[in-house]
């Protein structure tokens, strides 16, 4: 990952941490979108500084990816700061729970616009630097509850499958350009997400349960698989969506 440019939405997230720091550490430079300052302050904490045995640069940015026009400003600038985007990775999310009568429209359009239409808009601000050197990796963060078995998720559920629809597309699309579009499905994992759900213990029980591995899966899970699809070693899976979830599914 040496020399290589992240873009990374959501970085300082639950599952984002511990994967902008596993890429910094081989040496990325990573372009971290999120804009919960308690997360971005702990990123900032825990990245390595510069001159501190530091491999790869952190570059921060609060945008707000509801704000479709802002956002592709915002990147167009940051491009021009750190030369374009080798590697994009599109895991921010929101996930409003109720009942789909409950919903309005609206609620699932602002769904989409940060879900899933944000990550067009990365996409189509990296792509032309990523055709010119005939490289790019492109990583979409799906879900397990793809597999159906929640409630209350429309508008969520919706919008991973879109990222699955577009993963599939743009491999087909990018690939005589040399860029590579994958997906990763994180199972369960203990973040934040998982507030919304009234019996916390009763959940934990549920989850291992039904997977195969019985252990909670942690960040570092997530973090060693998008740096492979992040890697060189990459280079020729593309349009695939790899389930990380202990067994839960099996595909």
Do not use: C
């Not at 997360?39 to 509801?66: F, R, W």
């Not at 956002?71 to 929101?94: K, S």
């Amino acid at each position: 990952m040496k020399g290589r440019v992240v873009l990374y939405t959501g970085a300082a997230g639950g599952l984002g941490l511990d994967t902008t720091l596993l890429l910094l550490e081989r040496g990325a430079s990573v372009v971290a979108i999120d804009n919960d300052l308690t997360k971005v302050a702990a990123l900032q904490a825990a990245a390595p500084k510069k001159g501190n045995g530091a491999k790869g640069e952190l570059i921060v940015s609060t945008a707000d990816l509801s704000d479709l026009a802002g956002f592709r400003a915002t990147l167009d600038g940051l491009i021009e700061r750190a030369g374009g985007f080798d590697v994009v990775i599109n895991n921010a999310a929101i996930y409003p729970s109720k009942p789909f009568e409950d919903y309005l429209i609206e609620e699932h359009q602002a769904v989409q616009r940060v879900n899933v239409d944000a990550g067009i808009v990365a996409v189509q601000a990296a792509l032309p630097g990523m055709r010119a050197k005939g490289f790019g990796r492109i990583i979409n963060v799906s879900s397990i509850t793809l597999s159906g078995g929640w409630a209350n998720l429309s508008p969520y559920v919706a919008s991973k499958m879109a990222l699955v629809g577009l993963t599939r597309a743009w491999a087909r699309e990018f690939g005589p350009y040399g860029v590579t579009v994958n997906a990763i499905a994180p199972g369960a994992f203990p973040t934040d997400a998982e507030k919304i759900h009234p019996d916390p213990e009763g959940y934990n029980r549920m989850v291992l349960d039904a997977q195969s591995i019985k252990r909670r899966g942690n960040a570092h899970d997530i973090a060693n698989a998008i740096a492979f699809f992040a890697s060189d070693e990459s280079g020729f899976v593309t349009g695939q969506t790899l389930h990380v979830n202990g067994g839960w599914t099996m595909n």
